[in-house]
Protein backbone atom coordinates (compact mmCIF):
# COMPACT_ATOMS: atom_id res chain seq x y z
CA UNK A 1 0.00 0.00 0.00
CA UNK A 2 2.83 1.88 -0.49
CA UNK A 3 3.56 2.64 3.31
CA UNK A 4 7.31 2.47 2.73
CA UNK A 5 7.71 0.77 5.89
CA UNK A 6 8.15 -2.85 4.52
CA UNK A 7 12.22 -3.29 4.01
CA UNK A 8 11.21 -6.07 1.29
CA UNK A 9 9.02 -3.73 -0.59
CA UNK A 10 6.87 -6.51 -1.03
CA UNK A 11 3.41 -4.74 0.18
CA UNK A 12 3.69 -1.89 -2.33
CA UNK A 13 7.14 0.58 -1.30
CA UNK A 14 8.65 2.19 -4.04
CA UNK A 15 12.51 0.70 -4.75
CA UNK A 16 14.88 3.66 -3.74
CA UNK A 17 17.37 3.25 -6.51
CA UNK A 18 19.61 5.83 -5.21
CA UNK A 19 19.21 8.32 -2.22
CA UNK A 20 17.75 10.86 -4.29
CA UNK A 21 16.71 9.11 -7.43
CA UNK A 22 13.12 6.77 -7.08
CA UNK A 23 11.49 4.13 -9.70
CA UNK A 24 8.36 3.72 -9.88
CA UNK A 25 8.05 -0.13 -10.18
CA UNK A 26 7.41 -2.27 -6.64
CA UNK A 27 10.97 -3.67 -5.00
CA UNK A 28 11.52 -6.16 -2.61
CA UNK A 29 10.78 -9.85 -4.02
CA UNK A 30 9.30 -8.36 -7.37
CA UNK A 31 6.04 -10.09 -6.65
CA UNK A 32 4.42 -6.48 -7.34
CA UNK A 33 2.27 -6.19 -4.09
CA UNK A 34 0.54 -9.50 -4.47
CA UNK A 35 2.86 -12.06 -1.92
CA UNK A 36 1.29 -15.48 -2.14
CA UNK A 37 1.98 -15.94 1.43
CA UNK A 38 -0.27 -12.93 2.79
CA UNK A 39 2.69 -11.71 4.68
CA UNK A 40 3.16 -8.21 2.90
CA UNK A 41 -0.51 -6.56 3.36
CA UNK A 42 -4.45 -7.78 3.28
CA UNK A 43 -6.30 -8.92 1.16
CA UNK A 44 -4.13 -10.79 -1.33
CA UNK A 45 -5.82 -12.32 -4.47
CA UNK A 46 -3.50 -14.69 -6.71
CA UNK A 47 -4.33 -13.93 -10.41
CA UNK A 48 -3.95 -17.54 -11.62
CA UNK A 49 -4.59 -16.12 -15.25
CA UNK A 50 -2.06 -13.80 -15.48
CA UNK A 51 0.80 -15.86 -17.73
CA UNK A 52 -2.14 -15.69 -20.54
CA UNK A 53 -0.97 -13.52 -23.60
CA UNK A 54 -4.76 -11.62 -24.29
CA UNK A 55 -4.87 -8.79 -26.85
CA UNK A 56 -4.92 -5.39 -25.17
CA UNK A 57 -8.34 -5.06 -27.01
CA UNK A 58 -9.83 -8.33 -25.53
CA UNK A 59 -9.00 -7.68 -22.70
CA UNK A 60 -11.67 -6.78 -19.66
CA UNK A 61 -11.01 -3.05 -18.63
CA UNK A 62 -12.53 -2.78 -15.23
CA UNK A 63 -9.63 -3.14 -12.54
CA UNK A 64 -9.39 -4.47 -8.86
CA UNK A 65 -7.75 -1.58 -7.26
CA UNK A 66 -6.83 -2.16 -3.20
CA UNK A 67 -6.40 0.94 -0.94
CA UNK A 68 -5.55 1.09 2.70
CA UNK A 69 -6.53 -1.48 5.53
CA UNK A 70 -7.90 -3.86 2.64
CA UNK A 71 -10.20 -2.38 0.91
CA UNK A 72 -11.24 -2.48 -2.71
CA UNK A 73 -12.93 -1.14 -5.25
CA UNK A 74 -13.87 -0.97 -9.64
CA UNK A 75 -12.59 1.37 -11.57
CA UNK A 76 -12.36 1.45 -15.63
CA UNK A 77 -9.30 1.50 -17.48
CA UNK A 78 -10.79 3.68 -20.73
CA UNK A 79 -7.14 4.92 -21.45
CA UNK A 80 -5.89 1.47 -22.55
CA UNK A 81 -3.09 2.38 -19.89
CA UNK A 82 -0.38 -0.80 -19.82
CA UNK A 83 -0.87 -2.01 -15.61
CA UNK A 84 0.90 -4.37 -13.59
CA UNK A 85 -0.21 -6.18 -10.37
CA UNK A 86 1.02 -3.46 -7.83
CA UNK A 87 1.22 -0.51 -9.47
CA UNK A 88 0.35 2.67 -8.61
CA UNK A 89 -2.62 4.51 -9.69
CA UNK A 90 -4.53 7.44 -9.67
CA UNK A 91 -8.48 6.86 -9.02
CA UNK A 92 -11.39 9.15 -9.71
CA UNK A 93 -13.23 9.84 -6.76
CA UNK A 94 -16.63 11.90 -6.18
CA UNK A 95 -14.52 14.59 -4.42
CA UNK A 96 -10.72 14.86 -5.96
CA UNK A 97 -8.69 11.96 -6.76
CA UNK A 98 -6.80 8.67 -4.64
CA UNK A 99 -4.11 6.93 -5.17
CA UNK A 100 -4.40 3.06 -4.76
CA UNK A 101 -2.89 -0.21 -5.88
CA UNK A 102 -3.79 -2.45 -8.99
CA UNK A 103 -5.28 -6.04 -7.04
CA UNK A 104 -6.00 -7.72 -9.44
CA UNK A 105 -7.41 -7.55 -13.72
CA UNK A 106 -8.19 -9.52 -16.14
CA UNK A 107 -11.07 -12.50 -16.43
CA UNK A 108 -11.01 -13.01 -12.68
CA UNK A 109 -12.54 -9.22 -12.10
CA UNK A 110 -15.73 -10.11 -14.25
CA UNK A 111 -15.53 -13.19 -11.67
CA UNK A 112 -15.58 -10.95 -8.51
CA UNK A 113 -18.00 -8.69 -9.57
CA UNK A 114 -20.27 -11.04 -10.08
CA UNK A 115 -19.73 -12.91 -6.77
CA UNK A 116 -19.99 -9.04 -4.99
CA UNK A 117 -23.68 -8.06 -7.26
CA UNK A 118 -21.79 -5.12 -8.50
CA UNK A 119 -23.42 -3.95 -11.47
CA UNK A 120 -21.09 -3.13 -14.98
CA UNK A 121 -22.41 0.06 -15.49
CA UNK A 122 -21.63 3.34 -16.34
CA UNK A 123 -21.53 4.55 -13.25
CA UNK A 124 -17.93 3.03 -12.33
CA UNK A 125 -15.35 5.54 -12.18
CA UNK A 126 -12.29 5.84 -14.15
CA UNK A 127 -8.28 5.31 -13.92
CA UNK A 128 -6.89 8.66 -14.78
CA UNK A 129 -3.37 7.92 -14.64
CA UNK A 130 -0.41 6.19 -13.43
CA UNK A 131 1.11 7.62 -10.41
CA UNK A 132 4.38 10.21 -10.72
CA UNK A 133 6.68 11.15 -8.46
CA UNK A 134 5.07 14.20 -7.41
CA UNK A 135 1.70 12.04 -6.97
CA UNK A 136 3.90 9.72 -4.57
CA UNK A 137 5.13 12.49 -2.43
CA UNK A 138 1.53 13.86 -1.87
CA UNK A 139 0.51 10.35 -1.24
CA UNK A 140 3.14 10.18 1.62
CA UNK A 141 1.81 13.26 3.17
CA UNK A 142 -1.64 12.71 3.78
CA UNK A 143 -0.53 8.88 5.27
CA UNK A 144 1.45 9.94 7.64
CA UNK A 145 -1.21 12.74 9.13
CA UNK A 146 -3.52 9.31 9.87
CA UNK A 147 -2.20 8.73 13.07
CA UNK A 148 -2.07 12.06 14.55
CA UNK A 149 -5.62 12.70 13.77
CA UNK A 150 -6.42 9.38 14.87
CA UNK A 151 -5.15 10.26 18.40
CA UNK A 152 -6.71 13.92 18.46
CA UNK A 153 -10.29 12.51 17.49
CA UNK A 154 -10.26 10.11 20.12
CA UNK A 155 -9.53 13.35 22.77
CA UNK A 156 -12.08 15.36 20.77
CA UNK A 157 -14.76 12.43 21.50
CA UNK A 158 -13.96 12.10 25.15
CA UNK A 159 -14.08 16.00 25.54
CA UNK A 160 -17.39 15.53 23.88
CA UNK A 161 -18.44 12.49 26.01
CA UNK A 162 -19.36 10.94 22.55
CA UNK A 163 -19.94 7.03 23.54
CA UNK A 164 -17.52 6.15 20.15
CA UNK A 165 -14.52 4.38 19.98
CA UNK A 166 -12.88 5.99 16.64
CA UNK A 167 -10.32 2.79 15.19
CA UNK A 168 -9.05 4.40 11.98
CA UNK A 169 -8.38 7.39 9.65
CA UNK A 170 -8.01 7.17 6.34
CA UNK A 171 -7.42 10.68 4.25
CA UNK A 172 -7.62 11.03 0.42
CA UNK A 173 -4.39 11.00 -1.77
CA UNK A 174 -5.01 14.76 -2.12
CA UNK A 175 -5.75 16.06 1.09
CA UNK A 176 -9.46 17.36 0.67
CA UNK A 177 -11.12 14.67 2.34
CA UNK A 178 -10.80 12.04 5.11
CA UNK A 179 -12.85 8.95 6.60
CA UNK A 180 -13.22 8.35 9.99
CA UNK A 181 -13.99 4.90 11.00
CA UNK A 182 -15.64 4.36 14.23
CA UNK A 183 -17.65 1.60 16.33
CA UNK A 184 -19.88 1.80 18.74
CA UNK A 185 -22.90 0.26 20.72
CA UNK A 186 -25.98 2.49 20.42
CA UNK A 187 -26.28 5.62 17.76
CA UNK A 188 -24.33 8.63 17.97
CA UNK A 189 -24.79 11.86 17.37
CA UNK A 190 -21.50 13.29 16.15
CA UNK A 191 -22.96 16.46 14.06
CA UNK A 192 -20.96 18.65 16.75
CA UNK A 193 -18.06 16.30 16.50
CA UNK A 194 -18.07 16.60 12.60
CA UNK A 195 -18.11 20.72 12.87
CA UNK A 196 -15.39 20.37 15.21
CA UNK A 197 -13.31 18.50 12.85
CA UNK A 198 -14.00 20.61 9.57
CA UNK A 199 -12.83 23.52 11.11
CA UNK A 200 -9.50 22.42 12.85
CA UNK A 201 -8.17 19.75 10.08
CA UNK A 202 -10.13 21.88 7.36
CA UNK A 203 -10.82 18.73 5.23
CA UNK A 204 -14.14 17.51 4.53
CA UNK A 205 -15.34 14.59 7.25
CA UNK A 206 -16.94 11.88 6.40
CA UNK A 207 -17.76 9.15 9.55
CA UNK A 208 -18.53 5.44 8.66
CA UNK A 209 -19.64 3.25 11.55
CA UNK A 210 -18.55 0.09 10.71
CA UNK A 211 -18.88 -3.60 13.02
CA UNK A 212 -16.15 -5.00 15.83
CA UNK A 213 -15.30 -7.66 13.22
CA UNK A 214 -14.79 -5.11 10.48
CA UNK A 215 -12.32 -3.01 13.21
CA UNK A 216 -10.12 -6.11 13.95
CA UNK A 217 -10.07 -6.78 10.49
CA UNK A 218 -8.94 -3.36 9.55
CA UNK A 219 -6.54 -3.80 12.46
CA UNK A 220 -5.12 -6.93 12.17
CA UNK A 221 -3.35 -9.23 14.65
CA UNK A 222 -2.46 -12.38 15.51
CA UNK A 223 -5.44 -15.53 16.59
CA UNK A 224 -4.94 -17.99 19.38
CA UNK A 225 -3.66 -20.64 16.58
CA UNK A 226 -0.51 -18.44 15.86
CA UNK A 227 -1.41 -17.44 12.72
CA UNK A 228 -2.90 -14.09 11.18
CA UNK A 229 -6.76 -13.25 11.87
CA UNK A 230 -9.13 -14.33 9.06
CA UNK A 231 -10.85 -11.50 8.61
CA UNK A 232 -7.23 -9.48 7.50
CA UNK A 233 -6.61 -11.89 5.16
CA UNK A 234 -9.14 -13.77 3.40
CA UNK A 235 -12.38 -13.84 4.89
CA UNK A 236 -14.61 -11.05 3.64
CA UNK A 237 -17.96 -12.42 4.56
CA UNK A 238 -19.12 -12.09 8.15
CA UNK A 239 -21.64 -15.05 9.34
CA UNK A 240 -24.09 -15.16 12.53
CA UNK A 241 -22.21 -17.72 14.97
CA UNK A 242 -24.84 -18.90 17.53
CA UNK A 243 -23.47 -20.71 20.46
CA UNK A 244 -24.76 -23.89 19.48
CA UNK A 245 -21.60 -24.21 17.31
CA UNK A 246 -19.25 -24.68 20.24
CA UNK A 247 -21.90 -27.62 21.95
CA UNK A 248 -22.46 -29.69 19.00
CA UNK A 249 -18.22 -29.53 18.42
CA UNK A 250 -18.17 -30.77 22.45
CA UNK A 251 -16.11 -27.46 23.40
CA UNK A 252 -16.26 -25.90 27.04
CA UNK A 253 -18.16 -22.81 27.05
CA UNK A 254 -15.57 -20.63 28.35
CA UNK A 255 -15.86 -16.97 27.17
CA UNK A 256 -12.37 -16.18 27.11
CA UNK A 257 -11.18 -19.54 24.76
CA UNK A 258 -14.71 -18.80 22.12
CA UNK A 259 -14.15 -15.47 21.49
CA UNK A 260 -11.62 -13.54 19.15
CA UNK A 261 -9.96 -10.30 19.42
CA UNK A 262 -13.26 -8.75 18.43
CA UNK A 263 -14.99 -10.26 20.87
CA UNK A 264 -17.38 -11.80 19.43
CA UNK A 265 -17.37 -15.83 18.83
CA UNK A 266 -14.25 -16.78 16.90
CA UNK A 267 -15.25 -17.55 12.90
CA UNK A 268 -13.56 -20.28 12.84
CA UNK A 269 -16.60 -22.46 14.77
CA UNK A 270 -18.53 -22.56 11.62
CA UNK A 271 -15.56 -24.64 9.60
CA UNK A 272 -16.01 -27.49 10.98
CA UNK A 273 -19.66 -27.75 11.77
CA UNK A 274 -20.86 -29.15 8.94
CA UNK A 275 -18.38 -32.23 9.57
CA UNK A 276 -19.66 -32.71 13.20
CA UNK A 277 -23.16 -32.53 12.05
CA UNK A 278 -22.92 -35.25 10.08
CA UNK A 279 -20.86 -37.25 12.36
CA UNK A 280 -23.73 -36.52 15.19
CA UNK A 281 -26.44 -37.86 13.28
CA UNK A 282 -25.40 -41.60 13.87
CA UNK A 283 -25.34 -40.96 17.69
CA UNK A 284 -28.67 -41.33 19.83
CA UNK A 285 -29.54 -37.92 22.02
CA UNK A 286 -29.69 -39.57 25.58
CA UNK A 287 -32.32 -37.80 27.59
CA UNK A 288 -32.72 -39.79 30.76
CA UNK A 289 -30.37 -41.99 32.46
CA UNK A 290 -29.75 -45.74 31.71
CA UNK A 291 -31.26 -48.48 34.13
CA UNK A 292 -29.01 -51.26 34.79
CA UNK A 293 -29.31 -53.37 38.19
CA UNK A 294 -26.69 -51.54 40.47
CA UNK A 295 -28.38 -48.52 39.36
CA UNK A 296 -29.14 -45.27 37.14
CA UNK A 297 -26.37 -44.53 34.69
CA UNK A 298 -25.49 -40.75 33.58
CA UNK A 299 -23.81 -39.99 29.90
CA UNK A 300 -20.87 -37.88 30.66
CA UNK A 301 -19.25 -37.49 27.47
CA UNK A 302 -19.44 -38.78 23.99
CA UNK A 303 -16.70 -39.62 21.52
CA UNK A 304 -18.29 -38.08 18.36
CA UNK A 305 -15.74 -40.00 15.73
CA UNK A 306 -14.86 -42.74 17.55
CA UNK A 307 -18.42 -43.46 18.40
CA UNK A 308 -18.18 -44.03 22.15
CA UNK A 309 -20.67 -42.89 25.28
CA UNK A 310 -19.10 -42.82 28.57
CA UNK A 311 -21.58 -43.19 31.67
CA UNK A 312 -21.14 -43.30 35.72
CA UNK A 313 -23.18 -44.58 38.25
CA UNK A 314 -24.19 -41.53 40.79
CA UNK A 315 -21.30 -41.24 43.70
CA UNK A 316 -18.84 -43.09 41.59
CA UNK A 317 -16.15 -41.54 39.72
CA UNK A 318 -15.37 -44.53 37.80
CA UNK A 319 -16.61 -43.72 34.29
CA UNK A 320 -17.63 -46.86 32.09
CA UNK A 321 -17.27 -46.82 27.91
CA UNK A 322 -20.08 -48.19 25.86
CA UNK A 323 -20.35 -48.43 22.08
CA UNK A 324 -22.92 -47.01 20.28
CA UNK A 325 -24.97 -50.13 19.28
CA UNK A 326 -24.60 -51.20 22.77
CA UNK A 327 -26.35 -47.91 23.95
CA UNK A 328 -28.92 -48.69 21.72
CA UNK A 329 -29.67 -51.68 22.71
CA UNK A 330 -30.18 -50.82 26.71
CA UNK A 331 -32.40 -47.88 25.69
CA UNK A 332 -34.57 -50.41 24.04
CA UNK A 333 -34.86 -52.82 26.94
CA UNK A 334 -35.43 -50.14 29.00
CA UNK A 335 -37.95 -49.07 26.66
CA UNK A 336 -39.40 -52.76 27.07
CA UNK A 337 -39.44 -52.75 31.21
CA UNK A 338 -36.16 -55.10 30.88
CA UNK A 339 -32.98 -53.72 33.40
CA UNK A 340 -29.58 -54.96 32.00
CA UNK A 341 -27.02 -55.68 33.92
CA UNK A 342 -24.21 -53.72 35.45
CA UNK A 343 -22.16 -51.66 33.15
CA UNK A 344 -18.88 -52.88 34.65
CA UNK A 345 -19.48 -56.47 32.49
CA UNK A 346 -20.27 -54.06 29.55
CA UNK A 347 -17.89 -51.61 29.27
CA UNK A 348 -15.04 -51.73 26.74
CA UNK A 349 -11.22 -52.55 27.86
CA UNK A 350 -8.65 -50.50 27.86
CA UNK A 351 -7.07 -52.72 25.42
CA UNK A 352 -9.75 -52.43 22.43
CA UNK A 353 -9.88 -48.70 23.34
CA UNK A 354 -6.34 -47.29 22.87
CA UNK A 355 -6.53 -49.79 19.50
CA UNK A 356 -9.49 -47.87 18.38
CA UNK A 357 -8.51 -44.78 16.09
CA UNK A 358 -7.72 -41.23 17.18
CA UNK A 359 -9.08 -37.98 14.82
CA UNK A 360 -7.88 -35.90 18.16
CA UNK A 361 -4.35 -34.08 16.75
CA UNK A 362 -3.47 -33.29 20.61
CA UNK A 363 -3.73 -37.14 21.54
CA UNK A 364 -1.50 -37.91 18.65
CA UNK A 365 1.17 -35.43 19.40
CA UNK A 366 1.25 -36.21 23.22
CA UNK A 367 1.98 -39.84 21.63
CA UNK A 368 5.17 -38.83 19.46
CA UNK A 369 6.47 -37.19 22.57
CA UNK A 370 5.65 -39.72 24.82
CA UNK A 371 7.59 -42.06 22.23
CA UNK A 372 10.98 -39.72 22.29
CA UNK A 373 10.67 -39.47 25.84
CA UNK A 374 11.00 -43.06 26.36
CA UNK A 375 13.64 -43.21 23.91
CA UNK A 376 15.95 -40.99 25.91
CA UNK A 377 15.30 -42.55 29.04
CA UNK A 378 16.23 -46.26 27.72
CA UNK A 379 19.40 -44.27 26.42
CA UNK A 380 20.23 -42.36 29.61
CA UNK A 381 19.99 -45.53 31.33
CA UNK A 382 22.11 -47.37 28.66
CA UNK A 383 25.08 -44.61 29.33
CA UNK A 384 24.67 -44.90 33.14
CA UNK A 385 25.29 -48.42 32.86
CA UNK A 386 27.89 -49.36 31.62
CA UNK A 387 30.36 -46.33 33.80
CA UNK A 388 28.86 -48.58 36.23
CA UNK A 389 29.93 -51.89 35.37
CA UNK A 390 33.15 -50.77 34.84
CA UNK A 391 33.51 -49.20 38.29
CA UNK A 392 32.44 -51.76 40.04
CA UNK A 393 35.31 -54.43 38.28
CA UNK A 394 38.73 -52.70 40.02
CA UNK A 395 36.81 -52.36 43.26
CA UNK A 396 36.92 -56.25 43.38
CA UNK A 397 40.58 -56.21 42.01
CA UNK A 398 41.64 -53.71 44.75
CA UNK A 399 40.67 -55.22 47.84
CA UNK A 400 44.11 -56.33 49.32
CA UNK A 401 45.07 -56.66 53.72
CA UNK A 402 45.89 -53.02 54.85
CA UNK A 403 47.28 -54.13 58.28
CA UNK A 404 50.49 -52.54 59.09
CA UNK A 405 51.48 -54.06 62.44
CA UNK A 406 52.30 -56.82 60.50
CA UNK A 407 55.97 -58.56 61.41
CA UNK A 408 58.47 -59.09 58.95
CA UNK A 409 57.58 -62.49 58.81
CA UNK A 410 54.39 -62.63 58.23
CA UNK A 411 55.10 -59.77 55.20
CA UNK A 412 57.07 -62.07 53.59
CA UNK A 413 54.93 -64.97 53.36
CA UNK A 414 52.01 -62.36 51.92
CA UNK A 415 54.63 -61.33 48.98
CA UNK A 416 55.83 -64.79 48.25
CA UNK A 417 52.52 -66.72 47.25
CA UNK A 418 51.89 -63.94 44.75
CA UNK A 419 55.19 -63.70 43.16
CA UNK A 420 54.61 -67.22 42.64
CA UNK A 421 51.40 -66.89 41.40
CA UNK A 422 52.48 -64.48 38.92
CA UNK A 423 55.31 -66.63 37.87
CA UNK A 424 53.12 -69.46 36.75
CA UNK A 425 53.44 -73.01 37.67
CA UNK A 426 56.99 -73.77 39.42
CA UNK A 427 58.51 -76.76 37.99
CA UNK A 428 59.67 -79.82 40.23
CA UNK A 429 62.95 -79.25 41.09
CA UNK A 430 63.52 -82.66 42.92
CA UNK A 431 62.88 -84.46 39.56
CA UNK A 432 64.77 -82.13 37.38
CA UNK A 433 67.80 -82.47 39.13
CA UNK A 434 68.53 -79.05 39.81
CA UNK A 435 68.86 -76.93 42.90
CA UNK A 436 66.15 -74.99 44.79
CA UNK A 437 67.06 -71.41 44.06
CA UNK A 438 65.10 -68.74 45.37
CA UNK A 439 63.93 -65.56 43.21
CA UNK A 440 65.99 -62.14 43.58
CA UNK A 441 62.81 -60.61 44.52
CA UNK A 442 61.70 -63.14 47.22
CA UNK A 443 64.73 -62.36 49.27
CA UNK A 444 63.76 -60.35 52.79
CA UNK A 445 67.49 -59.60 53.61
CA UNK A 446 68.00 -57.19 50.33
CA UNK A 447 67.32 -53.70 51.57
CA UNK A 448 66.88 -54.45 55.19
CA UNK A 449 70.04 -55.19 56.54
CA UNK A 450 70.91 -51.53 57.27
CA UNK A 451 66.95 -50.67 58.40
CA UNK A 452 65.36 -50.50 62.08
CA UNK A 453 62.30 -52.73 62.70
CA UNK A 454 59.46 -49.50 62.32
CA UNK A 455 60.75 -48.50 58.61
CA UNK A 456 60.96 -51.59 56.73
CA UNK A 457 58.44 -50.69 53.80
CA UNK A 458 57.21 -53.49 51.27
CA UNK A 459 56.42 -52.99 47.47
CA UNK A 460 52.68 -52.96 47.40
CA UNK A 461 51.52 -56.17 45.23
CA UNK A 462 48.19 -57.40 43.28
CA UNK A 463 45.64 -59.15 45.53
CA UNK A 464 45.90 -62.67 45.92
CA UNK A 465 43.81 -64.69 44.19
CA UNK A 466 40.96 -67.25 45.71
CA UNK A 467 41.67 -69.94 43.71
CA UNK A 468 45.14 -69.99 44.24
CA UNK A 469 45.55 -69.57 48.14
CA UNK A 470 46.32 -73.07 49.48
CA UNK A 471 48.68 -73.94 46.73
CA UNK A 472 51.25 -71.02 47.78
CA UNK A 473 50.37 -71.54 51.80
CA UNK A 474 52.18 -75.46 51.28
CA UNK A 475 55.21 -73.85 49.78
CA UNK A 476 55.48 -70.49 51.29
CA UNK A 477 55.73 -72.93 54.79
CA UNK A 478 58.90 -74.65 53.60
CA UNK A 479 61.01 -70.97 53.22
CA UNK A 480 59.28 -69.82 57.04
CA UNK A 481 62.66 -71.64 59.13
CA UNK A 482 65.11 -70.22 56.78
CA UNK A 483 63.52 -66.72 57.14
CA UNK A 484 63.30 -66.99 61.32
CA UNK A 485 67.49 -67.80 60.87
CA UNK A 486 67.58 -65.18 59.00
CA UNK A 487 66.23 -63.05 61.61
CA UNK A 488 68.14 -63.85 64.63
CA UNK A 489 71.62 -63.55 62.59
CA UNK A 490 70.34 -59.84 62.09
CA UNK A 491 70.05 -59.48 65.68
CA UNK A 492 73.52 -60.89 66.83
CA UNK A 493 75.20 -59.04 64.81
CA UNK A 494 73.28 -55.61 65.88
CA UNK A 495 74.19 -56.42 69.82
CA UNK A 496 77.67 -56.84 68.24
CA UNK A 497 78.26 -53.67 67.17
CA UNK A 498 76.39 -51.89 70.26
CA UNK A 499 78.71 -53.69 72.55
Not at 31 to 40: D, K, S
Not at 364 to 391: A, E, I, V, Y
Amino acid sequence: MGCKSCSTGGCGSVKAINNKEKSNHVGGCNNNGACGTGGCNKMNVFDWLSNMDVPTSMRYDVVEVKFKGGRKEYFRNSNQLELYTGDFVVCEMPTGYHIGTVSLQGELVRLQMIKKNFVDNDEIKKILRKATEKDMEKHEQAINRDLPTMYRVREIARELKLQMKVSDVEFQSDNTKATFFYSADDRVDFRELIKVLAGEFKIRVEMRQISLRQEAARVGGIGSCGRELCCSTWLTDFKAIPTSAARYQNLSLNPTKLSGQCGRLKCCLNYELETYMDALSDIPQIEKPLKTEKGDAMLQKTDIFRKIMWFSYYNDSNWHSLPIPKVLEIVEMNESGLIPKALDDLSLPDSILEKLPKNSDLARFDKRLQDRRKSQQNNNQKQQGQPNNQKSQPNQNQQRPQNNNQSPAQKNQNIQPTAQSNQGPKPNNQQSGQPNQKPNNQNPNQGQKHQPKGNQQQPQQQPKPQNQAEKPQAQGGENQPKQGNNKNKYWKNKKKKSE
